[in-house]
């Protein structure tokens, strides 16, 4: 089991900034794609980061006023089952996952290495916000019985 790192889990949200912003430095100071498969490679990081956004932003607008940074739930959050949620158990963390690699296909290899990181802090970070939801709703265990992927619909 992942630790808290805080009461709500503050420390998996700074540790998920730190490492977006490496891969946005990464990004930009990391070596370019060879230049063979720069075009198709652009094109494929561009629809990544659209597809990637449009998953995060969705995930936000369906959790609404219980949107937080903290794997923790608020006191007054609902359980949602509803719209992304009925995909995937955090689309937010998909979406940003699949933008990030959308990301390093528009600039840089050397992102993905960060990439990786950033999946390993939201892989920890899941595993402790489904500790506290599965503490907080009786009914978790089922949805994440019928939910069964985590970041990506259809995929993972």
């Known amino acids: 089991m992942p630790p808290a790192l ?16 490496l891969i946005a430095v990464a990004g930009r100071l990391g070596g ?22 449009g998953l995060s932003v969705t995930g936000m607008r369906h959790l609404g ?3 937080t940074p903290y794997p923790k739930p608020g006191e007054d959050a ?3 089952e509803h719209g992304s949620y009925r995909l995937v158990r955090h689309p937010i963390y ?8 959308g990301w390093s296909f528009v600039t840089s290899p050397l992102a993905l ?9 939201f892989w920890g970070k899941s595993i402790r ?3 506290w939801l599965d ?3 009786p009914g978790y265990g089922a949805y994440r019985e019928r939910v069964r992927h985590r970041f990506v619909p259809y995929v993972w």
Not at 32 to 53: E, H, I, K, N
Not at 113 to 121: C, F, H
């Open 135 to 137: 503490e907080r709703y």
């Open 129 to 131: 916000e489904e500790t």
């Open 94 to 101: 998909g979406g940003l996952l699949v933008a990030a690699v």
């Open 78 to 80: 609902e359980l949602r």
């Open 65 to 67: 006023p219980a949107l």
């Open 113 to 121: 290495v960060a990439v990786a990181l950033l999946a390993l802090v």
């Open 6 to 21: 805080g009461r709500r889990g503050e420390g998996w949200v700074v540790l998920q900034v730190l490492v977006i912003v």
């Open 32 to 53: 370019a794609w060879p230049s063979g498969s720069v075009d198709v490679t652009r094109m494929v990081g561009y629809v990544l980061l659209a597809l990637g956004l």
